[in-house]
């Protein structure tokens, strides 16, 4: 496909959460790469395919292990932003039909269970039928009769014309949340000048151990941040395989305790902290990298 | 079985690591009472169970999730100890069979994997067939025909009689090592006097958040625990549901830094140091709990 549009690799297959997510940050000015796992979109990543979307914590799962053993290996790729998703499933069907007419819910087994009280309330003769994911329900929604409902998110009623959104927010739990890292090819690569950037500026540090006596937590390392008036936001940790056995890579995000104007001018002056504060902290014992500013 | 020996909750089935770190840890003193998950080893335990074995983090895979969202909730559960096991693959049969013998070994999908080197040098011709745990492939093995093997820990062969191990060792990483808690039905518990505990003191810390704004990490604390001069080992979390999304329960396992003799004198004065320092540490925005002192 040649639009000319800038492409976003994306955890497919389109019209799941993290698509949902791509487009809430990139909007209809990209064109979605999809693929096939956390670590395909990174390996997508290249200057034609300059960024990707993958979740990195959930509000209710925690952190998705498979991208923090990605961000665990030294490459090119480099943090650039972060999308905040409110996981909202919509009750989605063929247009025109009418709550009365479904006989049939498709979806994900996860989401249908998180809908539970919604069906048992709303469809409570309506068979389930379980998908390979949200996305695939509202897929086969497309070639289905008309008492047939898909349990998906609400960007499947624009992706596929002919569905529409008969209700939303259906899930039991009211607050499901997932965060997702905008990743870059390089740190040189600049955000598109389109987007609207509202979160406050933050930093992602990975820190290896280098001698095999460093089985401890870098304590050394957050003495210096909180020393220099900066804010760990979050803590992480994961095997350093390879290595003495339990030793750990930690991660650290940071920010910034006073800078909440997202001029370019002030995320310049952020940055030059990041890096800076990242030259003071290579010990003997220790190697710390920056992995992402945004 | 009423055998007047204290009884021990394990992961079962008996014959997985899991009952082979309790056996390294209790030995034959006990009977092993097993159990189907994690949370029914925890469940489990009660003054006629008072101990039980869990895995808590792998040198290679990382901490155990449902461990810790089991140490997230306020119980009367209490980690009294720890126990590293090495994984330790072998390869058993039924005695007297020769490895020119053998045409089909049988074992969990991923033993089978770690052992991939093993098999194609020693065993080309074999047919591989998976079987739900290590364990179960060992008790396979009783009724299969004089040419099958099994794959699994070294303590199956003590477990089923008429098997014995052929090869030891045959995994192709080297240093996968599993690291398990005994946790005790109540603080009070006390383990029995026949173990022989050669590990470094140490506790674990809870902290959770009080207040709505306390999405950040910890620090506060991290800093008092330094200026006591406590050691911090492990840091880790994991989501605070039921409250703001992303808020995070922190655990912190600390250990004393100068205190390696472990006699019974000294680890009371450890168990009330923790205690004292956990009293200080109620501030109004985190709330600590010592969940294991051992």
Redesign the interface.
């Known amino acids: 496909m040649t639009t000319g549009k800038m492409e976003v690799a994306v955890l497919g297959p389109l019209g799941t959460y993290t698509h949902e997510a791509a487009f809430k940050f990139f909007g209809s000015e990209v064109v979605y790469n999809e693929q096939d796992s956390i670590a395909d979109v990174c390996g997508a990543l290249s200057s034609s395919v300059p960024f990707g979307i993958i979740p990195q914590?959930?509000?209710?799962?925690?952190?998705v292990?498979e991208t923090y053993d990605i961000l665990r290996n030294t490459g090119p790729n480099f943090v650039r932003g972060e999308i905040?998703l409110k996981i909202n499933h919509c009750l989605i069907v063929k247009k025109g039909v009418k709550l009365h007419q479904i006989r049939k819910v498709m979806s994900h087994e996860q989401a249908l269970g998180q809908c539970m009280d919604f069906l048992a309330d709303k469809l409570p003769e309506a068979v389930s039928v379980k998908t390979k994911s949200t996305a695939a329900a509202a897929r086969e929604l497309l070639d289905s009769p008309s008492d047939c409902a898909a349990i998906c998110s609400g960007i499947c009623a624009e992706l596929f014309p002919g569905l529409e959104i008969l209700f939303t927010s259906i899930q039991n739990e009211r607050?499901n949340?997932t965060?997702f890292h905008a990743i870059a090819y390089s740190r040189q690569a600049s955000l598109p000048h389109f987007l609207t950037i509202d979160y406050e500026m933050k930093a992602l540090l990975r820190i290896t151990p280098c001698s095999k006596s460093s089985?401890?937590?870098p304590?050394d390392i957050?003495?210096f941040l909180?020393d220099q008036n900066i804010?760990?936001?979050?803590?992480?940790?994961?095997?350093f395989?390879d290595s003495v056995?339990?030793s750990?890579v930690?991660f650290?995000e940071i920010r910034a305790s006073d800078l909440h104007d997202r001029s370019s001018h002030r995320f310049q002056a952020w940055s030059q902290e990041v890096e800076s504060i990242a030259s003071k902290l290579g010990t003997t014992s220790r190697q710390t990298h920056v992995i992402g500013i945004w």
Chains 1, 2 share one sequence.
Do not use: K, Q, W
């Open positions: 914590e959930n509000s209710i799962f925690g952190t292990v905040v607050s949340f965060r089985l401890e937590c304590t957050i003495a909180l804010i760990i936001g979050r803590i992480d940790r994961r095997p395989v056995p339990f750990s930690y650290m």
